[in-house]
C-alpha cells in the first residue's frame, strides 16, 4: 500500500508528494476530469506520487530560486522565496498552487496509461525526395542526426508550471546523454 506523505511546505522527512489524495480528487471534480474517479485508491495514491517525481525530473532544473536547505527535505519543493512570473511572492513554505495542479493533471495522465517521463526516441531526421523520368529515376536521402535526445514535453503541464520556471524557456527542450 502506497503512503502518501505530502510535501506542505514543512519539509517533513520521506515526502514523496505535492498533492494528497482528498486535495487531488477535489482538483479533478471541479475541471471535470471524470476518469480520475474511476481508479482505486492505490492506484490514484501511486499516480500521484510517480507525478510528482516526474515533476521534479521533468522540470526541476527549470525552477525559479534555489531548493531551501534541510537534511530531511526529500522534492525541489520548497524553496527560498521568490517571485513567480505573474507577481504573486512564494515563500519558502509554499508549495505553489500551478505546481500541485500540475502533478494532479499528470497524475491523470500516468493513470490513464500515458508514459510522463519521456523515454529515448531512435527516430532520426531524415528525408527522401524520388523522381521519375521515363527510364531515368534518381533517389536522394538526407540525414541529419540530432544532438541529443529530443522530448516534445507536454503543453498542458509546460503552460501551468510557466509561473515559476525560470523566463525565456519555451518550446521542447532537449535531453543529452
Known amino acids: 500500500m502506497t503512503t502518501l506523505i505530502v510535501e506542505d511546505g514543512s519539509k517533513p522527512a520521506g515526502a514523496n508528494t505535492y498533492v494528497g489524495l482528498t486535495e487531488a480528487d477535489q482538483y479533478h471534480v471541479n475541471y471535470a476530469n471524470v476518469d480520475w474517479a474511476g ?3 492505490e492506484s490514484r495514491n501511486q499516480a500521484l506520487v510517480q507525478a510528482t517525481r516526474a515533476v521534479d525530473l521533468l522540470y526541476g532544473a ?3 530560486s534555489a531548493i531551501y536547505p534541510s537534511t530531511t527535505q526529500e522534492l525541489l519543493f520548497p524553496r527560498m522565496w521568490f517571485e513567480d512570473l505573474n507577481g504573486r511572492i512564494v515563500t519558502d513554505t509554499t508549495i505553489p498552487k500551478c ?3 500540475a502533478v494532479c493533471e ?3 495522465m500516468q493513470i490513464s496509461g500515458t508514459d510522463i517521463l519521456p523515454q529515448k526516441s531512435t527516430v532520426k531526421n531524415v528525408k527522401s525526395k524520388s523522381v521519375k523520368a521515363g527510364e531515368v529515376a534518381t533517389s536522394v ?3 541529419k542526426a540530432t544532438d541529443g535526445e529530443t ?3 507536454f503543453n498542458k503541464i509546460d503552460i501551468t508550471l510557466r509561473p515559476i520556471l525560470k523566463a525565456a524557456e519555451t518550446g521542447s527542450w532537449r535531453l543529452t546523454a
Open 39 to 41: 481508479y482505486d485508491t
Open 62 to 64: 527549470r525552477y525559479q
Open 99 to 101: 505546481l500541485k495542479n
Open 106 to 108: 499528470l497524475a491523470l
Open 141 to 143: 536521402e538526407y540525414f
Open 151 to 153: 522530448y516534445s514535453g
